[in-house]
């Protein structure tokens, strides 16, 4: 934990404020400028012109020319007139370099090719984490060509399963890896997992809608046999998923390998193809040997590729993002979860209007019934949550941290939403303090996303990429998005800001009426600076698509 330290004039200002009246500085939504003064009376003053004559000896001593005092010699006045003119000289040489490094161009990366950009106006930190702090760790989870496999063949392994991924873009991905992980568990063949129609997100995408098939089985050709279709032999492929003698149900969540060996792979065996129901988060992380999270990771950031048209469209936007301004510029990617559904099942309490929060509640007891009760407890419920951090962050709340952090009004952001809840009333605080807010549908036709209407989980890769390419990634909720973002940018080097904000320091931040603007900006500055990606030690239990570094990353 980060210790928050304020300024003894701080806690005065505190003190002194009245509940009744307060100044314009009582709240972190008023920015201020504040003067800096000097308090230190521990030291004896001088008399200015003490200082003054203390100063001038000082610069005699150095420079004998500038006193016309007879008792320095001629001889001292030439050497240091020469040492006089050697320094000035020096300094316009210097002046003039420095100058022309601020306005010059210089070469960078970006997508691996080079190119001519000019320096950023911003202080550097706000938009890369410090070298130095990244540099330790390196991605080892990737293939290694040459070696020899050791997988039997197709037709000798323990037998196959198939899985259906179901939920979401971001779940299925999870679901995928760990059908990977579980058919090398019991040296099964996979058949490629079905991307299971969710009721929430109402899509029938197919793998091969998404992902590319070919790169998929060959990437892992010598870690799992993976086979496109159920094998003809099977005849009765109505079974799978519907007959309870073709179904393994009893997996529970975080399950380790050893359940796998000891329950699942004696069935796969006698009935050489089963199906597994459900998978979701049913493969735990610290209790699987650590080369199976490793082939997790290599399936996550290396076996699992977007199609080449969803790319396409994904780096076409990044470099949109890159020159709105009308050259390269830094761009921020902020994944904003303020959705009607998820403002519904965090059951926090929002600003709103009494009708507003009358339809909120019809809501919650309809869609959650048994969770809302009568509604009696649950503004104490929401007042807990909110003080534990646990409530998504409302788009004025994100601004007003972001300003904190010294993200000026100009930077342009790159916005990963659903349809958010309130509409631009909501929105309104957030694209007052950054204009420069805009989506995939402002960035490209309508004729240029056509295609990709066809699946909605099309269009979540696409903000998937973009995000993933930014300068900067802000999540302002938990979720296989942003964790999964935020694995990613780790697992490529740590240098690329990540910022995670600490949701439980906000909220008490943004219900202190005497708080500050200038003590409001140290508490952020100071607690986020180690909440930005860099590299973290994994715990148990740890999440490894947050944080991938023990099992998939080696030193360097």
Not at 255 to 267: E, S, T
Request: charged share 25%; with cysteine.
């Amino acid at each position: 934990m980060v210790e928050l330290r304020h300024s003894g004039s701080s806690l005065g200002s505190r003190a002194s404020s009245s509940p009744m009246k307060r100044d314009e500085d009582a709240s972190p939504l008023i920015f201020n400028d504040h003067v800096l003064r000097d308090d230190d009376d521990d030291h004896p003053r001088h008399s200015f012109r003490d200082r003054y004559r203390s100063f001038w000896s000082q610069i005699y001593s150095f420079f004998p020319f500038l006193n016309d005092d007879p008792r320095f010699s001629q001889h001292g006045s030439r050497i240091s007139l020469l040492l006089l003119v050697f320094i000035a000289v020096a300094g316009l040489i210097s002046f003039f370099s420095i100058l022309q490094r601020l306005n010059s161009p210089y070469l960078c990366k970006k997508d691996g090719i080079v190119l001519h950009c000019p320096r950023v106006k911003e202080n550097p930190s706000l938009w890369e984490n410090p070298v130095s702090a990244t540099t330790s760790w390196k991605p080892c989870a990737e293939r290694h060509d040459g070696g020899m496999s050791d997988l039997p063949p197709e037709n000798e392994t323990s037998g196959y399963i198939f899985i259906h991924a179901e939920g979401g873009l971001n779940q299925q991905r999870i679901a995928i890896c760990n059908a990977v992980a579980v058919a090398k568990i019991m040296n099964a063949t996979l058949i490629l997992p079905v991307l299971k129609q969710d009721q929430i997100w109402k899509d029938q995408t197919k793998f091969e809608d998404i992902f590319d098939v070919d790169h998929f089985i060959d990437y892992l050709k010598d870690d799992v046999r993976i086979v496109r279709e159920i094998p003809g032999w099977f005849t009765d492929k109505s079974e799978l998923f519907t007959s309870i003698r073709r179904t393994v149900k009893n997996i529970p969540k975080y399950a380790p390998a050893q359940f796998y060996i000891d329950n699942v792979l004696p069935r796969v065996k006698e009935k050489k193809i089963m199906a597994l129901k459900p998978f979701v988060d049913r493969l735990g992380y610290d209790n699987v040997p650590p080369e199976i999270n490793r082939l997790r990771c290599r399936v996550n950031y290396h076996a699992l590729k977007f199609l080449p048209e969803i790319e396409q469209m994904a780096n076409l936007l990044v470099s949109r993002m890159t020159n709105r301004t009308g050259s390269p510029n830094p761009y921020m990617a902020l994944h904003l979860r303020f959705e009607k559904g998820m403002v519904g099942l965090s059951f926090c309490d929002f600003v709103g209007t009494r009708e507003e929060k009358a339809k909120m509640a019809e809501y919650r007891q309809k869609e959650w019934p048994r969770r809302y009760k009568n509604g009696s407890h649950l503004w104490q419920l929401a007042l807990q949550k909110r003080k534990e951090g646990r409530c998504p962050l409302e788009p004025g709340e994100v601004a007003v941290i972001l300003r904190a952090m010294g993200y000026p009004k100009e930077t342009q952001i790159y916005v990963a939403s659903g349809q958010v809840y309130g509409g631009q009333n909501r929105m309104a605080p957030l694209r007052n303090m950054f204009p420069n807010l805009v989506t995939k549908e402002e960035l490209a036709s309508k004729e240029e996303l056509a295609s990709f209407r066809k699946h909605v989980t099309s269009l979540a890769a696409l903000d998937f990429l973009v995000c993933l390419k930014s300068d900067v990634f802000v999540m302002t909720h938990g979720g296989n998005f942003a964790k999964l973002i935020i694995g990613a940018r780790r697992y490529m080097g740590h240098r690329q800001k990540s910022i995670k904000p600490d949701k439980g320091l906000m909220s008490k931040s943004f219900g202190d009426p005497y708080m500050g603007w200038a003590t409001f900006v140290e508490d952020v500055v100071v607690t986020h600076q180690t909440r930005t990606g860099l590299p973290e030690e994994t715990f148990p239990n740890y999440d490894l698509w947050e944080n991938p570094l023990t099992p998939c990353m080696c030193k360097a």
